[in-house]
């Protein structure tokens, strides 16, 4: 797996909009379809998005549709999520791994993840 660290989190009102990237270390994610997961306290982890390595294909869950935007810059060998619009019920921790698209089936071990808080 490729080592990599998640930023971008942080406190925002509910309305507010977060870009949260994802930086490898190590190694290039650039060879791999990349997808970004959530898990709210109490609740299982959920996939958000997908994108394949190319950055051509992308797929979200259908609760972000139209307000995130996943989207790499292999140059960077960063993938970011571009989150708008964010409600209270998105307060989670956000996590990058491998996601063979199309699947929504993550490969590597988790880190650390990154802290999104959304108040009302």
């Known amino acids: 797996q490729v080592q990599r660290v998640e930023s971008g989190g942080g406190l925002v009102q509910a309305g507010g909009s977060l870009r949260l990237s994802c930086a490898a270390s190590?190694?290039?994610?650039?060879?791999?379809?990349m997808g970004w997961f959530r898990q709210a306290p109490g609740k299982e982890r959920e996939f958000v998005a997908a994108?394949?390595?190319?950055?051509?294909?992308?797929s979200y869950a259908d609760s972000v549709k139209g307000r995130f935007t996943i989207s790499r810059e292999n140059a960077k060998n960063t993938v970011y999520l571009q989150m708008n619009s964010l409600t209270p019920e998105e307060t989670a921790v956000y996590y990058c791994n491998h996601v063979p698209y199309p699947t929504k089936r993550a490969i590597w071990y988790w880190g650390q993840g990154t802290q999104v808080t959304v108040s009302s």
């Open positions: 994108i394949s390595r190319s950055g051509g294909s992308t």
């Open positions: 190590g190694r290039t994610v650039n060879n791999y379809d």
